[in-house]
């Protein structure tokens, strides 16, 4: 059964600062990768994703990378503002699964 | 481009009651998705329909859950009696096909008092 771990689960970060989350998973079956942002309240915003022949993905601020042979991604915000502050979700399509396994998700918060 | 749409947004019931969800997908996709999501967790898939067909729904509590997807369009999500441990975020998803970019709808908040 495939375990996806993000660490770590909340940060704090000044405005300006670049960051890295980071998420790892077990099964190394991986076939698509997503990464979402969630707000309080709110349903979930697909932010990047990466297929399973790509290495990385990026949109504006946001580059998301995928290693299948570590058993890693990440998605680097770079110069973060305030409305960078929510939860975000790395989620993992398996094999021919066409089902999410989701990651339990960093909460994110950007100071002035 | 409107994007998914679920109704309502939240709603209150007595345990014991039934409720009931609604979703219209993204025009022009055809895979749809049920997920729950707890407090503080990530969301897990109830039912996956490829058109008008239940493709997944391994993780469907079918002793009080039901869904159908008439016509391969909207979908509902029944619980039929809820049960205090059916408080959650119900939220439907949308995807043009199997395994590729999911787009989500805003969800509906339950809570089974």
């Known amino acids: 059964k495939q375990e996806v771990t993000q660490i770590p689960a909340a940060l704090s970060v000044p405005e300006g600062e670049n960051l890295v989350l980071n998420c790892s998973f077990t099964d190394s079956a991986i076939y698509n990768l997503q990464w979402f942002r969630q707000d309080p309240g709110k349903g979930l915003t697909s932010l990047l994703l990466i297929q399973s022949s790509q290495r990385e993905q990026t949109s504006g601020r946001l580059n998301a990378s995928l290693d299948k042979s570590s058993g890693r991604s990440t998605l680097y915000i770079a110069a973060s503002q305030p409305g960078d502050s929510a939860t975000y979700l790395c989620?993992?399509?398996?094999?021919?699964?066409?089902?999410?396994?989701f990651g339990t998700g960093t909460r994110l918060q950007v100071t002035l | 481009e409107a994007g998914v749409v679920q109704s309502p947004r939240y709603k209150i019931i007595e345990k014991k009651q039934p409720v009931a969800f609604w979703c219209n997908p993204i025009?022009?996709?055809?895979?749809l998705y049920w997920y729950r999501q707890n407090l503080g967790q990530g969301p897990e898939l109830l039912i996956r329909y490829e058109n008008e067909e239940a493709v997944d729904d391994s993780q469907l509590p079918k002793d009080r859950f039901s869904a159908e997807r008439l016509k391969g369009v909207d979908s509902t999500l029944k619980i039929q009696p809820a049960e205090l441990g059916d408080s959650a975020v119900y939220l439907c998803?949308?995807?043009?096909?199997?395994?590729?970019?999911?787009?989500f709808g805003p969800g509906t908040r339950l809570t089974v008092l």
């Open positions: 998803a949308s995807s043009p096909g199997p395994a590729e970019e999911q787009f």
């Open positions: 025009s022009g996709h055809n895979t």
């Open positions: 989620a993992f399509y398996t094999g021919t699964a066409s089902k999410l396994t």
